[in-house]
């Protein structure tokens, strides 16, 4: 069990107190919709563990992160955006000029479209 930290709407999502819609979950990480996408499939992978962002990431964190990756292709298999046909991108916001709005740590897997490179 996770102690989830305190005000973090992340650890909100993962108890249950804030509605989702689940993409794909297991012990380690949980998978779900964006609530404001910017892309046909935008799907957040968060850990159950509260990480603050990817700047507090340790060695120690080595599995937790595999677990996000490897669920992170789960996602795109089932979103249907495998590189071999589409591909998608994968991003970590981290701090203000980032524009990272909520402090627990994830991944945003973005595809269903031609992406812009680079990003604004
Ligand atoms: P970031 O700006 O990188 O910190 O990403 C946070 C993401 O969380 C944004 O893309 C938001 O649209 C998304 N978000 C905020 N609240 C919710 C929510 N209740 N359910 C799903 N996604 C959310």
């Given amino acids: 069990m996770v102690t989830p930290a305190a005000d973090c709407l992340f650890c909100k999502i993962l ?9 794909y979950e297991n012990d380690v ?3 779900f919709r964006d609530i404001a996408p910017a892309a046909p499939s935008h799907v957040l992978v968060i850990p159950r563990s509260h990480i603050e962002n ?3 990431v340790t060695v ?3 599995e937790t992160l595999a677990a996000m990756f490897g669920a992170a292709q ?8 495998e590189p071999e046909d589409r591909g ?9 000029d980032a524009q990272n709005s ?6 945003h897997v973005l595809g269903g479209r031609h992406l ?3 990003p604004g």
């Fill in 60 to 62: 120690a964190d080595a």
């Fill in 102 to 107: 909520v402090p627990h740590l994830h991944l």
């Fill in 116 to 118: 812009e490179w680079p």
């Fill in 15 to 23: 108890a249950g107190e804030i509605p989702s819609i689940a993409v």
């Fill in 88 to 96: 998608y991108r994968l991003v970590m916001n981290v701090g203000k």
């Fill in 29 to 31: 990480v949980y998978c």
């Fill in 54 to 56: 990817a700047h507090h």
């Fill in 74 to 81: 789960e996602v795109a298999r089932l979103e249907g955006i």
